[in-house]
T-cell receptor, first 114, second 118 residues
Framework: KAGVTQTPRYLIKTRGQQVTLSCSPISGHRSVSWYQQTPGQGLQFLFEYFSETQRNKGNFPGRFSGRQFSNSRSEMNVSTLELGDSALYLC?????????????FGPGTRLTVL | AQKITQTQPGMFVQEKEAVTLDCTYDTSDPSYGLFWYKQPSSGEMIFLIYQGSYDQQNATEGRYSLNFQKARKSANLVISASQLGDSAMYFCAMREEYSGAGSYQLTFGKGTKLSVIP
């Protein structure tokens, strides 16, 4: 069974631009979550989607948005990029949403904002 | 207060020896899940082991075992017979319900960098 895939793997943008990251979950998984990882802040939760509905959002500005499609694939968008948005963005999928469900992660998209 | 605390920023272990990575957590939710992930320098987060709050026995997965002490709110990862490929960052994480909203957020500790010495 294929794992979680994320595209692109690497991205370089300049301040003020916008970016869209894509995530394809493991087949059959209906929940997708996004995380931002930086050396200073560590791993921070961005959003969680289940069956095309955003169930939860972390403490991030409105420039960060996302969506989930009917095939469970998800995208996240960051508008008006800032230098501080440089990070590894990780996507994770799980079968459902409960405390026992294991999230499996993709390889991440490394975003550099110049 | 931090939800997940990993007090060891870095650890060294001799190859073939066992090592324990510490993790304490804070929650008032009776139902929660505890997870350990490994992150090599490539960046991918690899799931290692899971322990549910209602599980009576400690979880084991091959060379990984979880020393779960519920009353002390600790969930330490034990790696037996360390290998050079175990050198990586290790993250402890907890999944609990978020504000009764039917959403379950995974909260991570700051990680422990493990270096295995030949």
């Amino acid at each position: 069974k294929a794992g979680v895939t994320q595209t692109p793997r690497y991205l370089i943008k300049t301040r003020g631009q916008q970016v869209t990251l894509s995530c394809s979950p493991i087949s059959g998984h209906r929940s997708v979550s996004w995380y931002q990882q930086t050396p200073g802040q560590g791993l921070q939760f961005l959003f969680e989607y289940f069956s095309e509905t955003q169930r939860n959002k972390g403490n991030f500005p409105g420039r960060f948005s996302g969506r989930q499609f009917s095939n469970s694939r998800s995208e996240m968008n960051v508008s008006t990029l800032e230098l501080g948005d440089s990070a590894l963005y990780l996507c994770a999928s799980s079968l459902a949403i409960d405390s026992t469900d294991t999230q499996y992660f993709g390889p991440g998209t490394r975003l550099t904002v110049l | 207060a931090q939800k997940i605390t990993q007090t060891q920023p870095g650890m060294f272990v001799q190859e073939k020896e066992a090592v324990t990575l510490d993790c304490t957590y804070d929650t008032s939710d009776p139902s929660y899940g505890l997870f350990w992930y490994k992150q090599p320098s490539s960046g991918e987060m690899i799931f290692l082991i899971y322990q549910g709050s209602y599980d009576q026995q400690n979880a084991t997965e091959g060379r990984y075992s979880l020393n779960f002490q519920k009353a002390r709110k600790s969930a330490n990862l034990v790696i037996s017979a360390s290998q050079l490929g175990d050198s990586a960052m290790y993250f402890c994480a907890m999944r609990e319900e978020y504000s009764g909203a039917g959403s379950y957020q995974l909260t991570f500790g700051k990680g422990t960098k493990l270096s295995v010495i030949p």
